[in-house]
């Protein structure tokens, strides 16, 4: 019996183990994605500084930066604009794959702070019900006492008041 104990024991032993390197895993994970995705976009802007300040337009860095983020939010206030043939139809791709870009990023940003969020309930969550079944009394059950009638415990329980006070509002 002792061993079947231990046996158990060893076994919830390698499972946290096991969750946590789980949890670490796909902590890297999600943290990979972010970081690739605003790679991308980094990668985006650069290469619109550079087309638009040295190889298509003569703009300055901040009109370059100003014209991406129009763009890039589908604003389109209008001004600047490209000049050059070859600078519009640079545009034309480039904000079809920006706007793309924009979107994954903006997404892979989202679901890293989502994600965060709710390993931080679970955690939460699994602390509480540790802590509930570490400060339950032996002998004692879940549920309000509300009075003993020959050695049986008589539980009230009232889940209709939420909802009756909810509905009736």
Known sequence: MLLGTFGKANKSIGTSIAGKEQNEEEERARTQRMQVALGCLLSYFVIGWI?????????????A?????????????GVPSPTSQASRLFTIVFVLFGISIVAVALVEVANFFIEKREALV???????????????????????????????SKFKVNYGTPLKRFVSS
């Open 65 to 77: 930066t100003f014209f991406l983020m129009v763009t890039l939010t589908t604003v389109g206030y």
């Open 122 to 152: 679970k955690k939460t969550r699994a602390e509480m019900i540790k802590n509930a079944a570490e400060n339950q009394k032996p002998g004692a059950s879940s549920g309000s006492l509300k009075g003993k009638e020959g050695g049986r």
């Open 51 to 63: 087309a638009y300040c040295l190889v298509f337009e003569t703009w300055d860095f901040t009109t």
